[in-house]
């Protein structure tokens, strides 16, 4: 209070006019205080009433400023607030993404770091056909949340299907469901032919030679058998050609006896897998994979981006077209990608090539990355400039030297 003040700085409060602060709820938030009113003079006089209202006027003024400045104050803070809780969000819905499949772990954080590594290197290059592109703050945020984001529609993938490795696999590999049923008809074969061994022999005319006869044309067929089912275990995995499909297709034809009923060796939908020609995924799967991007979409447009992030949805759903026309899901081609799902394409492709830790194969050197990369270039899958930019700038050995393992890294 005044006393207080006036013991510590040595003023002497001698006339006071008080009028309190208060705000639109009519809450007190602070106190105009007027000190020593004076004369022409410097006498020190009483404050006049006529003052007052003129004060009164002044106070709330000043209440309207304050208030104005604590709400702009507080809406900056909530606004940062809830920019990183969405924040933390997108990177928890990475997180569950990638929980759900081995082999894309750390996929989605790397490819928004290297397709904002490029952008960068894209706004700062004076040579070249990019040169005069330059991608505003807002613009790089919006990019930044597509890469974010770009595969969130895995989200509604099936397990199976992401992870599948064997043809057979659904939600377990039926591999071993085939082996039990071969194994049935190993028995049933074997029992068909004691059947005729009982036979001979209770109709008193089975000689050495006939029964031996039987039992070797019994271990005959057996062991087809086991081939066979040697044979199907072995299309269970990798390529397959014209030749091992028709065999494949014999062996499904044939048909063993259960309870008076025949069945084939395998149904149609295990043969339609098995008979697959090139990795796992049979067409429908295939297509059920490619619909992730179309998920992604479906996911964000309905989400209420603010007009500067308009185009989130978008960017994330292209990273799967190819500058011919042959990518999906809208088969887009050229300049109908924009220019932000051109990047991320390369920066998707890019890390799915190198990443360090896929449990199917040796991590992939640099070198041969980026000739794959160059192969996309010239058949017009990716867009050439942005290669060219990549593949010349600073940020592959950045990157190679933050997120690759050092016996990959054969170039520069
Ligand atoms: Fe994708
Ligand atoms: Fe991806």
Redesign the pocket.
């Known amino acids: 209070g005044p006393k207080n003040y006036d013991a510590s700085t040595g003023y002497k409060s001698k006339s006071m006019l008080v009028t309190p602060l208060k705000n639109h709820k009519n809450e007190i938030i602070g106190v105009l205080q007027l000190l020593n009113a004076q004369t022409e003079t410097g006498e020190v006089i009483p404050f006049s009433a006529e003052y007052e209202n003129l004060v009164a006027s002044l106070a709330s003024q000043a209440a309207v400023a304050l208030t104005n400045n604590r709400l702009i104050w507080e809406l900056k803070e909530a606004l940062q607030t809830i920019k990183a809780l969405f924040d933390a969000f997108i990177k928890s819905i990475a997180t569950a993404i990638e929980e759900k499949s081995s082999y894309?772990g750390g996929?989605?954080e790397r490819?928004a770091k290297l397709t904002m590594m490029i952008a960068k290197a894209i706004n700062e290059s004076s040579e070249g056909p990019l040169k005069d592109v330059c991608l505003s703050e807002d613009e790089l945020e919006e990019l930044r949340l597509a890469a974010w984001m770009?595969?969130i529609g895995k989200i509604t993938t099936p397990q199976y299907i992401m992870d599948k490795a064997t043809k057979l696999e659904t939600i377990f590999d039926r591999i071993h469901m085939l082996e039990t049923r071969f194994q049935l008809i190993v028995s049933l074969t074997e029992n068909a032919y004691l059947h005729r061994k009982l036979g001979l022999l209770q109709g008193g005319n089975g000689d050495e030679s006939e029964l031996s006869q039987l039992d070797a044309a019994c271990a005959r067929e057996v062991q087809g058998i086991g081939e066979e089912f040697e044979f199907v275990r072995s299309c269970n995995k990798g390529f397959m050609d014209g030749d091992k499909i028709a065999h494949l297709r014999e062996i499904a034809n044939k048909t063993y006896i259960l309870d008076g009923q025949a069945h084939p060796y395998l149904t149609e939908e295990e043969f339609t897998n098995l008979s697959v020609r090139k990795g796992t995924l049979t067409d429908e799967e295939r297509k059920t994979i490619e619909n992730h991007v179309v998920m992604t979409w479906d996911i964000l447009y309905p989400l209420p981006f603010p007009h500067a992030l308009a185009n989130v949805p978008d960017y994330a759903r292209e990273?799967h077209e190819k500058l011919d026309g042959s990518g999906y899901p809208r088969g887009l081609s050229g300049k109908e990608i924009p220019l932000q799902s051109r990047i991320l394409a390369i920066a998707?492709i890019f890390?799915?090539l190198t990443a360090r830790d896929r449990p199917y194969r040796d991590p992939m050197k640099l070198s041969k990355a980026i000739d794959i990369l160059k192969f996309m270039k010239q058949d017009n899958h990716i867009d050439p400039n942005i290669y060219d930019l990549f593949v010349s700038s600073s940020i592959l050995s950045k990157y190679a030297r933050e997120e690759m393992n050092p016996e990959q890294i054969d170039a520069e």
């Open positions: 894309t996929h989605i490819v770009h595969d990273h998707d890390e799915a």
